[in-house]
């Protein structure tokens, strides 16, 4: 049966197998409780179904346990860090760290980040940046199995490659705008197929390069062996977007471009070109707030389209659903719930609802 978990017992025993992996207690709590809030924000897509995919690419050596943030290159606004193949949720915020305060000495910082494993939610990097009072950019680009096929073909070729721009709001929470530049997310396929559900047309097409309604053609192999691919957003010009991260998330860092047939890799990397901005030394923060707030203000008063109650803004959906999930709990679908206790069994933790 599916379940429905708190928040704070789930994330308890995530990290308890996390650390039965061979993270130490403290990574262990970090990377479960981002893994917990993506849950909490509506994104299961990059939650705890991820862990089985962690635990075996731990034992297939692509994602390193207590690996820490190397700096290749520091002229103070510009910096070139390697994530040395750690979990994503650790060196990613090591990253921001830097970056973070390197924006607030100087006005501006611009870093790339190589070899990270997953990096998770990238929304949750521009949060730790607006919360700062600072804009931030991500272009991020995705070295797994190549999932999403290029505008006017018929097979995977690149990742999801998520783009996402931060920007605080006096008095406000933020804007966060955080997208993969397939249609979906294929973790969000992940979960449908889990849940046994179709999909919407234009999402996929199968391992023929014919549309399909099923999840499943890129979740599992298919009877010929291959995989199907999911559809860029916005036909063109999500695909010249996801080809921009490609460029500057994989080339631009020195992590690499995927370029090559795909394999049976568990390890999902993720290279990062991340800029910083602080409209407080750039002398437009008076101006900045007052135009962003009377901006917003405007769009919230265009009355609600059909189907609609309100007019929202980027980073809205994510907040409500962190208030509901943790007084409601998180519901855990059972495919994903067995997979969880599988890799609970692989390094030696019984887990139980």
């Known amino acids: ?83 040395q193949h750690g979990y994503g949720q650790i060196v990613g915020v090591q990253a921001m ?14 870093f790339t980040l190589a070899h990270a494993h997953h990096l998770g939610r990238i929304g949750h990097f521009a949060e730790m940046a607006t919360a700062q009072g600072l804009v931030a950019m991500h272009f991020v680009n995705v070295l797994s199995r190549p999932v999403v096929a290029p505008w006017g073909g018929g097979d995977g070729r690149f990742g999801t490659n998520p783009c996402c721009i931060g920007v605080p709001l006096a008095g406000a929470e933020p804007f966060v705008l955080d997208y993969a530049t397939s249609r979906v997310a294929q973790g969000k396929m992940r979960v449908a197929h889990n849940k046994g559900e179709q999909v919407p047309d234009g999402y996929l097409i199968d ?77 437009t923060q008076k101006a900045f707030d007052e135009e962003a707030r009377e901006f917003i203000d405007w769009l919230r008063q265009s009355p609600p389209g059909q189907g609609f109650d309100a007019v929202q803004i980027a980073g809205e959906p994510e907040r409500k659903a962190r208030a509901a999930r943790r007084q409601e709990g998180i519901w855990v679908d059972d495919a994903t719930w067995g997979e969880i206790v599988a890799a609970g069994a692989k390094v030696g933790v019984q887990v139980t609802a």
């Open 1 to 83: 049966m599916s379940r429905t978990l708190p928040a704070d017992g789930l994330q308890a025993t995530v990290a308890r197998i996390l650390e039965a992996a061979g993270s130490s207690a403290a990574e262990a709590q970090q990377v479960a409780a981002n893994l917990v809030l993506a849950n909490l924000s509506g994104h299961d897509s990059h939650g705890v179904g991820m862990l089985p995919r962690y635990i075996d690419a731990v034992a297939e050596g692509g994602l390193k346990p207590n690996a820490s943030l190397k700096v290749n290159l520091d002229i103070g606004t510009l910096m070139g860090l390697d994530g």
């Open 97 to 110: 760290e830097l970056g973070i305060a390197r924006a607030k000495q100087h006005g501006s910082c611009i």
């Open 207 to 283: 391992e023929n390069g014919a549309p399909t309604n099923d999840p499943g053609v890129v979740v599992v192999p298919q009877g010929n062996g291959l995989f199907g691919a999911l559809m860029t957003f916005g036909e063109h010009k999500g695909y010249g977007m996801a080809v921009a991260c490609e460029l500057l998330g994989g080339a631009l860092t020195g992590g690499g471009t995927w370029h090559r047939p795909a394999d049976t890799a568990r390890s999902v990397l993720n290279g990062m070109l991340t800029v910083l901005i602080d409209p407080a030394k750039l002398g």
